[in-house]
């Protein structure tokens, strides 16, 4: 399983476009890159995934540049409500690999 | 369409005693899979179960188990409870390994 480095935590103001970077230089070639959100006491809740290139979809974009060892998830004009937990995942979604989180990245936003 | 389910939302347990933690799954799902999130770290897979069997199991004791029924809704049993499984127990559903959703979680508290 592909190991993922995220930072700890982040600070942004409110309106700011975020952006939060993971490693990951094992990434296998079947591997996706997933990110998660979770809120206190809720369960992750899926964002985006892609597996290279660029990802865009209505709450977010997902950057994966050539060579897959690294991933940019970039959420434009924060809100309160993005002050959350963001996870990284990386996996090939087979029945071999399951769903492994890090510790994710605390991101809050400031008014 | 209902999400994923799950029952109790908090219960405190005695060191030493059994639990049941109850999940029903996403309408259309067969897969769950069971994860332990301690305060302040990221959820930790236990064990997922397809076709009421135990597919794949993470770095848990044998005192976690777990039983899937007909209706794909499942159970997550944990005996002689020890102050360290105070957690969040999060309960996944997902179409084999497709389209993973979180419930709620039920909050363990073990005194």
């Known amino acids: 399983l592909a190991k993922t480095t995220q930072p700890i935590s982040m600070d942004s103001y409110e309106g700011q476009e975020v952006n939060i970077t993971c490693s990951h230089n094992n990434i296998a070639t079947n591997d996706y890159i997933t990110w998660y959100q979770q809120f206190p006491s809720q369960g992750p809740r899926f964002i985006i995934q892609g597996y290279k290139t660029k990802v865009t979809n209505e709450v977010a974009s997902l950057f994966i540049p050539a060579d897959r060892k690294s991933s940019t998830l970039s959420l434009p004009r924060v809100s309160l409500s993005d002050t959350a937990v963001y996870y990284c995942l990386v996996g090939d979604g087979t029945g071999a690999n399951n769903l492994f989180f890090g510790t994710g990245t605390r991101l809050t936003v400031i008014p | 369409d209902a999400g994923v389910t799950q029952s109790p939302t908090h219960l405190i347990k005695t060191r030493g005693q059994q639990v049941t933690l109850r999940c029903s799954p996403k309408s259309g799902h067969d897969t769950v899979s069971w994860y332990q999130q301690a305060l302040g770290q990221g959820p930790q897979f236990i064990f997922q179960?397809?076709?009421?069997?135990?597919?794949q199991r993470g770095n848990f004791p044998d005192r976690f188990s777990g039983h899937q029924f007909p209706n794909y809704s499942s159970e997550l049993n944990v005996n002689a409870l020890l102050l360290g499984d105070s957690a969040l127990y999060l309960c996944?559903?997902?179409?084999?390994?497709?389209?993973?959703?979180f419930g709620s979680g039920t909050r363990l508290t073990v005194v």
């Open positions: 179960y397809y076709e009421e069997e135990e597919r």
């Open positions: 996944a559903s997902s179409f084999g390994e497709v389209g993973y959703t």
